[in-house]
């Protein structure tokens, strides 16, 4: 499809992660830094594979209280209710709300569901070394790291209910155990996506790494 | 030798090389392979990020300062800011969550901002690289523009509840999400590149 293109690790070489100099590779000198910026130097992130699996087996784990216990207690004049985060979205829909329930779904439901699917295949097909279909996995990266925080929006519409609701006797909001878990999952799925490294996807079958 | 290889630089996804070209104001350059942005020329000058900046941290204070909402329920009302919120899930027993809302959208933005504003000052007497690798690492973590959807999602929840008025912290989380767009598709790499701000 495209020109066999000449990756810097092929060509001995190795770009500074934050300031972007390109500079020879020199395994003497341990560990090598930027001498533009100082940065570490890595011609590959560390244990990328096995780090973004770890966060993604934890993620995984915590994204099963993060969707059964309730991430919101209100308790009012009318009584006591739990809301997980489905039934919150279930409740945007049934008053009249359907824009904001399919936004509320997609973005702490499909996500991270999504997101964790997607990191997964990726780093597997990376581990068997899979030459086909880069471009499309080079795409699907970029979509799970542009799309990844926007998971947080359910634990900050929580922070801020209990921070606003707050009338004595009247009406109160609780943060349920579920919020932590959900929390956790957003920033353990951001994390796994931080460690994977997307020039693994690119790198020849007979590169050694890793 | 030297001299090739300061004019190379590597894709950040898929790592090819690609010879550095000068480009105009406001373009980038994206990678042949991956497509990937490989660099860019920002469209405002270091100079002009300044007031940028400047703006972003007072309207900052503000949003911090006033309270997010009112509201009156039955004669009833209640107001908070973001740091009443973070302290009201402190208190019961949620500080993992607290700990969370409290590093992605006050801790993180603001020392975001500051050393922005830090850096910005110092850029034409020198580099302080540690600071500049601590802000890009830092980056990906400051979730103002996902607080400010979470303003709206609550508000809209709220107003079955209670009679909702926006305070004047909604107004200035919304600038702020404005701004910070704006300096944040700043590439502090940029600075390396071209030192005084001016086309290489």
């Known amino acids: 499809m495209t020109t066999a293109a000449v990756t810097a690790w092929e060509a001995g070489l190795v770009s500074c992660p934050y300031c972007g100099l390109v500079c020879p590779c020199l395994d003497a000198v341990a560990p090598p830094r930027c001498p533009r910026c100082g940065g570490r130097l890595l011609r590959r992130k560390a244990e990328s594979l096995s780090r973004s699996c770890a966060f993604l087996v934890a ?7 993060a969707n059964l216990l309730p991430v919101m207690n209100s308790a009012s004049m009318f009584g006591a209710e739990k809301d997980t985060i489905l039934s919150g979205i279930v409740y945007f829909w049934t008053s009249g709300s359907q824009g904001l329930a399919a936004l509320i ?12 699917a997607a990191l997964g295949s990726l780093v597997w097909s990376v581990h068997r070394r899979s030459p086909r279909h880069q471009h499309q996995r080079a795409f699907l990266f970029r979509i799970v790291e542009f799309v990844g925080r926007w998971s947080m929006l359910d634990v900050f519409v929580v922070a801020l209910m209990v921070g606003l609701v707050r009338f004595r006797g009247l009406a109160e909001i609780e943060a349920g155990p579920g919020a932590a878990a959900f929390g956790a999952v957003v920033v353990l799925t951001m994390l796994a996506s931080r460690s994977f490294d997307p020039r693994l996807i690119w790198d020849r079958a007979e590169d050694d790494h890793d | 030798m030297k001299q090739i290889i300061g004019n190379l630089v ?28 490989l660099y860019r020329n920002p469209r405002l000058r270091p100079d002009q990020m300044l007031p940028l900046v400047v703006g972003a941290l007072v309207t900052f204070g503000i949003a911090n300062f006033f309270p997010i909402v009112d509201l009156h329920v039955q004669g009833l009302h209640s107001s908070s800011t973001l740091f009443g919120s973070i302290r009201g899930l ?31 000052l110092l850029s034409r007497f020198g580099r302080p690289a540690p600071l500049w690798r601590f802000v890009q690492a830092l980056r990906p973590w400051g ?3 996902v607080f400010m959807l979470g303003i709206l999602v609550a508000v809209v929840k709220l107003s079955h509840l209670a009679h909702v008025l926006p305070g004047v912290a ?9 701004l910070l767009a704006i300096i944040l598709s700043f590439d502090p790499r940029s600075l390396w590149d071209h030192p005084s701000g001016g086309v290489s």
Do not use: N
Request: aromatic share 8%; hydrophobic share 60%; charged share 20%.
């Open chain 2, 143 to 145: 979730m103002i523009e």
């Open chain 1, 59 to 65: 993620a995984a784990i915590l994204y099963i209280p």
């Open chain 2, 90 to 120: 402190w208190g019961e027993e949620r500080q993992m969550v607290a700990a969370l809302v409290f590093a992605t959208t006050l801790l993180f933005p603001l020392v975001d901002l500051s050393a922005m504003l830090a850096l910005l």
């Open chain 2, 10 to 37: 590597a894709c950040p996804e898929c790592d090819a090389l690609h010879r550095r070209r000068p480009l105009a104001r406001g373009d980038k350059a994206r990678c042949v392979r991956c497509g990937a942005v």
């Open chain 2, 170 to 178: 909604l107004w200035a989380f919304a600038a702020l999400t404005v």
């Open chain 1, 105 to 116: 779904f997609f973005v702490s439901i499909l996500v991270p569901m999504l997101k964790m």
